[in-house]
């Protein structure tokens, strides 16, 4: 099971394996707080993609395009995070306002499917 969950709610032993999915560490919360079994920044979006979005609804549906490129561009690290998830609670992280529409949603889709090319679910 993949949950999201944002960074600044607090941690619970819910949340099991905790992994945050941004490419820059959010602002405000120590590494204690966090309590972050893994930083995964090899799949977060880039730092162009992300600049691009900015978190604009209208973007949203061509952000999940580019967004699975550049997972189905990095496959090593989708299929490791995927492996480490695999068979225990996992909780995505995320920094985003959003909690709709941010860059943990298409990872979970793409965890759960097995597959990380555009346009895939």
């Not at 999915?21 to 090899?42: C, I, M, T, Y």
């Not at 604009?56 to 952000?63: G, K, P, T, V």
Request: charged share 25%.
């Amino acid at each position: 099971m993949i949950q999201l969950k944002r960074i600044y709610e607090p941690a619970s032993p819910e949340d099991g394996f905790r992994v945050l999915v941004d490419r820059l560490w959010p602002r405000g919360v120590s590494k204690e707080r966090a309590a972050v079994d893994l930083w995964a920044r090899d799949v977060a979006p880039s730092t162009e993609l992300r600049q691009w979005f900015h978190h604009e609804a209208a973007n949203w549906d061509e952000f999940i395009v580019r967004y699975r490129q550049e997972l189905a561009a990095n496959p090593a690290a989708v299929s490791a995070l995927r492996e480490k998830c695999a068979g225990r609670v996992t909780t995505l992280l995320y920094g985003a306002k959003d909690e709709a529409q941010n860059q943990a949603v298409v990872l979970r889709e793409v965890l759960q499917s097995g597959n990380s090319a555009p346009g895939a679910s």
